[in-house]
């Protein structure tokens, strides 16, 4: 009930109605792309920030900052060479993305997507409530993308819900386009997939 009423103050009627499909039975996610053979824009946050990798011994740290993760969740992550960057405020994480290679199963739409050797997925961006409306999650982005380069990816993709105005914003700032979709229908234990590119 807490959770409707704050999709629906978040993301109005439309997101309350796709989250009661969504736990009934049909999910999807646009699917953006950022081409790194484009340059990279420097975005200014307004709030001094710097940038760093999460280490495993910090954990306890990013699940106060982040308490919707879990640390079995988080150890799970680190276990299959998941990294996450971190954006920190005077010592304080205040954001924090990951990146996957090879594959990432998105939970949400139980689904493997496999990606290419040169390709990077960007996933579970989140910044401190304090702070959102800032640029923060777009400058760490940016941090992000000169580090990918940096690992000789060439294409980063992400998912967003259509209906996550504030992230398709901080996406787009850091030059994210909407390239397809990915949908998913569950059925008790049967679940079918569209994974489309180039139109959505
Ligand atoms: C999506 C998210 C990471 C963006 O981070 P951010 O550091 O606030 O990014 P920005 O500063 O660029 O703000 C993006 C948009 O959020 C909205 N926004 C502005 N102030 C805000 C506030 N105080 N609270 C919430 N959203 C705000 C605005 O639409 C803004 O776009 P605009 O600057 O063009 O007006 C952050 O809102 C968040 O953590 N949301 C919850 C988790 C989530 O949805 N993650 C993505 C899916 S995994």
């Not at 139980?110 to 702070?131: K, N």
Request: hydrophobic share 40%.
């Amino acid at each position: 009930m807490q959770r409707g009423r704050a999709i629906l103050r978040e993301e109005g009627p439309r997101g309350l109605w796709f989250l009661v499909l969504a736990d009934l039975c049909y999910r999807r996610l646009l699917l953006l792309e950022r081409d790194l053979e484009a340059a990279i824009p420097t975005l200014e946050p307004r709030l001094p920030v710097t940038f760093g990798l999460l280490a495993p011994d910090d954990l306890d740290t990013y699940l106060c900052f982040h308490d919707e993760d879990d640390r079995d969740q988080i150890e799970d992550r680190f276990a299959r060479g998941d990294v996450c960057h971190v954006a920190r405020h005077e010592g304080r994480i205040v954001c924090a993305c990951w990146v996957s290679r090879g594959e990432h199963f998105i939970r949400f739409l139980h689904y493997r997507y496999a990606l290419g050797p040169a390709e990077a997925y960007f996933w579970d961006s989140f910044t401190d409530p304090a702070v959102r409306g800032r640029g923060v999650a777009p400058a760490l982005a940016v941090h992000m993308l000169d580090w990918a380069r940096h690992e000789g990816v060439t294409r980063v993709t992400t998912a967003v819900s259509p209906e996550n105005a504030a992230n398709l914003r901080a996406r787009a700032k850091s030059g994210f386009r909407v390239c397809g979709r990915i949908a998913c229908v569950k059925l008790g234990p049967y679940v079918w997939h569209r994974h489309r590119e180039g139109a959505t």
